[in-house]
């Protein structure tokens, strides 16, 4: 009897396995992991770029007055052969050379037409994009051709879903902004026809003082590490991914303490309760977004209204607030250790200290199925930082990267498009159980 229990739960335990997505051990078992954001304000460290990559490779997109990326917070797909870049009124394509392919969609009321972009997501297996507007999301292969539009579902006050993501197959995941606090449900998983597939349930109910959309309302923008996909709602302090039974399973939590966004303090949620109350915002979203590979997490917060309580690395101070910190961290999931980073301390930019090639600092914006992290800098804030003073002040690993880095930026025109930037991962870190 002995031997047979324990092969049941052998058994039980491969089964599992099998149903989970591609995680490490320690959470194939079921723990969840504690990031102790908290627990580290007020310890920063600089922290190499060397320490996760071997190189980094610059590709200057192409600077033409038909794919002039102007003013925003970038959004970016990118795949072995193509670089995608959207703004909120604008999808481009680019090839992996930077050279513009053109552009995915127009502004119009027609078919295949937007007047404004919220988001876009893959399917990259087929080489089909679809670009996000408030009531729809428009299906596109990769050279533009239009497919169709899917409606987007629509919760019990007819708002509809946004914050979209490609799954797998046929089939999204998307989320409701509960700003009124008594939507049933958080999460929807529907089809290209639009149809429901399931709805999962919201636990977060409160009652708000005053109806207004806020930024505790929403759904970070997701990322997903092989054919998994992780989902995060700005006020939930739980990241959690989406298996294969379609349920989604609690992955890590991050420990911020007093700061925890509970349902009381979001039933008296004022619209400009961010600035006067002390808090903690996580991630950055449309800045830093949260990304993640099989062993580290790279997160960022802004900790508000907090100076009186812990230091702060030196940084670039917000306008219009007197007492706003952008930080980033990243979490070593196969040691279970947290770091928070300091800046540059030349440019006092975000971001992992670049040693080897002495460039500006590099913070991941999305990871690629081929194990790359990316990057985008601006060609006017490369020009404007990387000076021989800046070079100095920075340790350089590689001279042959180094000279051909200064001979880019001397090529780059203040108003050129900016430039991509892949890191490659070390050997080691690459996942290789897709």
Request: proline letters at 4%; glycine letters at 6%.
């Amino acid at each position: 009897m002995t031997i047979s229990r324990w092969n049941s739960q052998i058994l039980l335990l491969v089964c599992l396995l099998l149903l989970s997505c591609n995680q490490n051990s320690k959470d194939k078992t079921g723990d969840i992991l504690v990031i102790d954001i908290i627990g580290s304000l007020g310890e920063y460290e600089a922290i190499p770029v060397s320490q996760f990559v071997t190189e980094l490779e610059y590709i200057p997109l192409e600077t033409d007055n038909e794919c002039f990326l102007a003013e925003e917070s970038w959004e970016l797909l990118v795949t072995s052969s193509h670089i995608f870049v959207r703004g909120f009124r604008y999808c481009y394509a680019f090839d992996r050379n930077g050279r513009f392919l053109g552009q995915i969609g127009n502004l119009g009321q027609g078919p295949g037409e937007y007047s404004y972009l919220t988001g876009f997501t893959m399917d990259e297996k087929n080489q089909i994009l679809y670009l996000e507007t408030y009531r729809t999301i428009l299906e596109y292969s990769w050279d533009g051709i239009f497919h169709q539009s899917i409606d987007l579902p629509k919760d019990m006050y007819k708002t509809p879903l946004r914050d979209i993501s490609f799954v797998h197959k046929n089939l999204f995941i998307g989320h409701f902004r509960n700003h009124r606090g008594d939507l049933l449900h958080n999460f929807v998983l529907f089809d290209q026809s639009s149809e429901v597939i399931k709805l999962l349930d919201n636990y977060v109910q409160f009652k708000p003082k005053y109806e207004i959309v806020s930024w505790e309302s929403r759904s970070m923008k997701s990322y997903r590490i092989g054919e998994c996909v992780y989902v995060k709602e700005m006020a939930n302090d739980t990241l959690f991914y989406l298996n294969r039974r379609n349920e989604l399973v609690p992955h890590i939590v991050f420990d911020i303490g007093q700061y925890t966004s509970t349902s009381e303090k979001r039933s008296n949620i004022s619209e400009r309760s961010f600035i006067t109350n002390a808090a903690i915002m996580l991630p950055m979203e449309g800045y830093l977004p949260m990304v993640g590979t099989q062993d580290y997490l790279f997160f960022s917060f802004r900790a508000v209204n907090l100076s009186g309580k812990y230091s702060f690395p030196k940084g670039i101070d917000y306008p219009f607030i007197t007492d706003m910190h952008g930080l980033v961290g990243l979490y070593d999931i196969t040691n279970q250790t947290t770091h928070l980073l300091d800046t540059d301390p030349v440019s006092r930019m975000l971001g992992l200290i670049n040693d080897l090639d002495g460039g500006l600092s590099f913070w991941p914006k999305y990871y690629t199925s081929n194990n790359e992290l990316v990057d985008i800098w601006p060609a006017e804030y490369m020009k404007d930082v990387l000076t021989e003073e800046y070079f100095a002040a920075h340790e350089i690993k590689d001279p042959a990267a180094h000279q051909k880095l200064k001979e880019l930026v001397q090529k780059l025109d203040i108003e050129d498009n900016p430039v991509i930037v892949i890191a490659k991962l070390k050997p080691e870190l690459i996942m290789t159980d897709n």
